[in-house]
């Protein structure tokens, strides 16, 4: 039997592991975890270190696990090394910049994306603030063009829907808290986008930007904080799950 190095991208402890035990142990339960076996440690370290992954990357890397262990809100990010992924993660926790609910005519939102297997349907979902004034939003899609890209189509959809409510309020600035890095990378091309729902994500960003001022701020993912797990909720509502 080959052998295989499983390579975490983003678990509890990413690395490279010897056995599908050892990294099932890293990835299962963990709702961001990106992870890949191959077949040689070389390219499993380059996988693990690799800071820009595409979206069919991604894809590709998740189908290529057994389906029980596959986790429906599964995400990518990156981490640079094994040795400081923890500290890279902590200081990333700690300079994430308050949102200032208070502020005039500065939309802060919080949003999610989920992906019901069941039903082959995307969910989008998030809370946005203005002006004093909290509400929600959740809504699912059964539309070709996201439900291939499960999750990840959700998190896209309502960080637009987020931008759109600001340019048909004239609100000039807009605060994104999320909890999945692509909503930035893909929209200031950190990352590759070569696929249509990543080009039309890109497209839409560079239509509003003279218009709206985006800031990107992301948050850990299922570490208590009130309102990404609220988002992560009302995500979970659109998709039906």
Known sequence: MAKKFYAVRNGRVPGVYMTWADCEKQVKGFGSAIYKSFPTEAEALAFVEDSGLSLSDFMSANKSEPKSS?????????????????????KVTASVVKPDFTKPNHVVAYIDGSYNKGTNTVGAGGVIFLNGNRETFSFPSTDERYTSFWNVAGELLAAMYVMKYAVDRGVPECSLYYDYMGIEMWATKGWKRNNALTQQYAAFYDSIKDRVRVYFHKVAAHTGDTYNEMADALAKQGAGI
Do not use: A, L, P
């Open 70 to 90: 596959r986790d429906v809100k599964s995400k990518s990010i990156s981490s640079r090394s094994v040795s400081s992924s923890s500290r890279t993660q902590s």
